[in-house]
């Protein structure tokens, strides 16, 4: 089995648990907050606009930062101009949990997306209740059938959608449902290879002007955020460079590079 398949497997295990305790019916209680659209602030930004991930962990790069404070690195990351915050809540393979999201969600006001392999609606319902915005669907997660009824379910529940592609097909079909935020992942989630190039390929396949790009995996520098600037992306989704880095609030603002 690759590494997606194992997830999805232990995926389904999780579901049927979330369902079992009722999720649906169990509000958690949260601060309300009212956030931009970050579908919007990309399009008007004039500068990458950039989300930032608390990531501890991950099956292709081992402990990344096991000590991480989410209340700390999230203020570090809104006060430094990221656009929107990413948390990772899979706990089995990247060491994350749904309360890092809901700690996250009593500090700052810019929009929240839930990180997780999404495969159900109570895991929507779940990151919506713990003060999720955005959640992700990966296209080589799901069928067809399944990322339209979870898609059109987000959007009731008035979430934006992060369509997260990572070839030539799977970009077809984020198109054909008409997704306006398309993730395109540098990171081949079957090997977990990165290659930069893959934003740029995919990219052409893209004729319509309102749709935001964001670019996702492998980008350690400000000159890959040049890259993949040129090639059509509006936004970028960094976790493990600025997991790493000595100096994070320097880094976010460095990888704010201006359109031209």
């Known amino acids: 089995m690759t590494i997606l398949e194992n ?3 232990e995926k389904h295990k999780e579901v049927e648990r979330l369902k079992s305790g009722n999720v649906f019916e ?17 399009r008007k930004s004039k500068t990458m606009s950039i989300i930032a991930e608390i990531k501890r962990a991950s099956p292709s790069k081992g402990t990344i930062n096991a000590a991480v404070d989410p209340i700390a690195q999230a203020k570090t990351y809104a006060d430094n101009g990221a656009a929107a915050i990413s948390v990772l809540t899979d706990k ?12 996250v969600r009593e500090v700052v006001d ?21 003060g999720a915005n955005i959640i992700l669907l990966i296209a080589a997660a799901l069928d ?12 009731k ?9 990572h070839n030539e097909e799977e970009m077809k079909r984020a198109l054909g449902l008409g997704a306006k935020l398309i ?14 190039e893959t934003t740029a390929r995919l990219s052409r396949l893209i004729d319509e002007d309102d749709i935001v790009l964001v670019s996702e995996s492998g980008l350690k520098t400000p000159q890959d955020v040049v890259t993949v600037r040129d090639a059509g992306a509006r936004a970028i ?12 609030g320097g880094a976010i603002r460095s990888f704010q590079v201006p359109f031209r």
Do not use: H, W
Not at 92 to 103: A, H, I, K, W
Not at 110 to 130: G, N, S, T, W, Y
Not at 183 to 196: A, C, E, H
């Open 110 to 130: 810019v929009p929240l997306l839930c990180k997780d392999f999404i495969i159900d609606e109570v895991q929507i319902e779940q990151a919506k209740r713990a």
């Open 7 to 9: 997830i999805i497997a």
């Open 26 to 42: 169990e509000a958690v209680p949260r601060r309300e907050v009212d956030v931009p659209s970050f579908y919007e602030t990309a």
């Open 157 to 165: 529940r008035e979430l934006e959608v992060l369509l997260e592609v």
């Open 92 to 103: 089995p393979f990247f060491n994350g949990s749904m309360e890092d999201l809901r700690q």
């Open 183 to 196: 993730g395109i992942n540098n990171r081949d989630l079957k090997t977990f290879n990165v290659d930069l």
């Open 237 to 248: 989704l960094v976790g493990e460079t600025f997991m790493r880095a000595d100096d994070v």
């Open 144 to 155: 067809d059938e399944t990322m339209k009824r979870l898609y059109e379910y987000a959007l």
